[in-house]
Every structure is written in structure tokens, then in C-alpha cells.
T-cell receptor, first 114, second 115 residues
Framework: RKEVEQDPGPFNVPEGATVAFNCTYS??????FFWYRQDCRKEPKLLMS???SGNEDGRFTAQLNRASQYISLLIRDSKLSDSATYLC???????????????FGKGTKLSVIP | GAVVSQHPSWVICKSGTSVKIECRSL??????MFWYRQFPKQSLMLMAT?????????EQGVEKDKFLINHASLTLSTLTVTSAHPEDSSFYIC???????????FGQGTRLTVV
């Protein structure tokens, strides 16, 4: 099983649609969870952190289920500007070491069409 | 938010030459920085963890003699791709965290093309 696995995509949705992305992770000891957005040929930028209680930021809602090791991102009322690749990111301790690392999913590409 | 600056943003070099990429944390100190590589339509893959004042930690399959990392200060890490070959052409990105439980901030990335 891959460490962080996402929906393969691509998702092509019309403006105004609601779209959901899913992500699963294999390391039950993972500590922090994030959704990043990456535009073509650009660096990733934080969209939102993900908490067990669920969190919302405008049109974006993120949820975490630690028992199922599952993370989701819901985008409501999609805009053209939402077109990007969405990366599921998990942070945890490196095995056998004191440092931590981020593990990225492969990303899910979203295209919002007029 | 915190700022991480990476330079250059793109570089084209001849096969066999070396290329140095700089990563700076502009408004915080970073004892640890991370170097990633991303091939087209692939995820970011961690290459190495750069540790200030000590040796970098390389991921399995990454040649430490080819990808030299130096983290000489709390705000600067460099990645040198030595004797670059066309297969090294990729998007290289660095990141750093202002704190243990904070988000990662990424440099703008460096697109390397080896011809």
C-alpha cells in the first residue's frame, strides 16, 4: 500500500459544482495532515490543515478520520480559479530517526470548466 | 506567512556540468530544510533532509555524491547537482518549517534542464 494515496483524477467539473477528493494514508502514527494546492509548474502552497474535528474555510471543507486513516477535501461552488492539482500531505516522524518528514500524495488534478 | 526563497528559478546547463541551487528562509531560522524533486505528472519525492551544521540525510536511491547538500547557516541550504545528465532534468523544490508543528513553506522551485 502506498504511503499516501489519492484519487487518480483528473476531475473535470462545471463551474458551480461540488467536488470531493479523498486520500488515505498508511502510517497510523502520522501526526499532521494538510491539503496543498499546486498550480502547473509552480511550488505547492498550503490550502488548509486538516483536523479530526473537521474544518472549513469558505468553500473548502477538510475532514480527517484517524480510525480509517482517511482524509477528504470538499470544494463547493467551484470556480475556474480552483483548477489546479490538489496534494494530500501527511507529516510524521521518520522511522528510526528523530526528525519528521512530509509525504505527498501523487495529487489529483481538477479542471473547472465554464 | 513565512517566506522561503529559492534561486535560480530555472537553469539550462550542458551535460557534465554542475549546478548549484540555493534555498533561503527569509524571516525565520531553519535547522532543517528539505529537498524534493518532481518529474512531470509525478508527486514530489523527498530527496534529502538538510541539517544545519551536520551531514544531510539522503533518501534511498538518491546518490549523495551526485547531489551535494550544504547547510552552512540557519537560513541557507544549497543543493549542487554534480556532473548533471539529461535524466537529472526535473523540478527541484526546497521547503522549511518555522516550527515543528507548523506548515511547510516551499521555495519557488528550480526547473533544471540538462542538454
Amino acid at each position: 500500500r502506498k504511503e499516501v494515496e489519492q484519487d487518480p483524477g483528473p476531475f473535470n467539473v462545471p463551474e458551480g459544482a461540488t467536488v470531493a477528493f479523498n486520500c488515505t494514508y498508511s502510517n497510523s502514527a502520522s501526526q499532521s495532515f494538510f491539503w496543498y494546492r499546486q498550480d502547473c509548474r509552480k511550488e505547492p502552497k498550503l490550502l488548509m490543515s486538516v483536523y479530526s474535528s473537521g474544518n472549513e474555510d469558505g468553500r473548502f471543507t477538510a475532514q480527517l478520520n484517524r480510525a480509517s486513516q482517511y482524509i477528504s477535501l470538499l470544494i463547493r461552488d467551484s470556480k475556474l480559479s480552483d483548477s489546479a492539482t490538489y496534494l494530500c500531505v501527511v507529516k510524521g516522524r521518520r522511522s528510526g530517526a528523530g526528525s519528521y518528514q512530509l509525504t505527498f500524495g501523487k495529487g489529483t488534478k481538477l479542471s473547472v470548466i465554464p | 506567512g513565512a517566506v522561503v526563497s529559492q534561486h535560480p528559478s530555472w537553469v539550462i546547463c550542458k551535460s557534465g556540468t554542475s549546478v548549484k541551487i540555493e534555498c533561503r528562509s527569509l524571516d525565520f531560522q531553519a535547522t532543517t530544510m528539505f529537498w524534493y524533486r518532481q518529474f512531470p505528472k509525478q508527486s514530489l519525492m523527498l530527496m534529502a533532509t538538510s541539517n544545519e551544521g551536520s551531514k544531510a540525510t539522503y533518501e534511498q536511491g538518491v546518490e549523495k555524491d551526485k547531489f551535494l547538500i550544504n547547510h552552512a547557516s540557519l537560513t541557507l541550504s544549497t543543493l549542487t547537482v554534480t556532473s548533471a545528465h539529461p535524466e537529472d532534468s526535473s523540478f527541484y523544490i526546497c521547503s522549511a518549517h518555522p516550527g515543528l508543528n507548523t506548515e511547510a513553506f516551499f521555495g519557488q522551485g528550480t526547473r533544471l534542464t540538462v542538454v
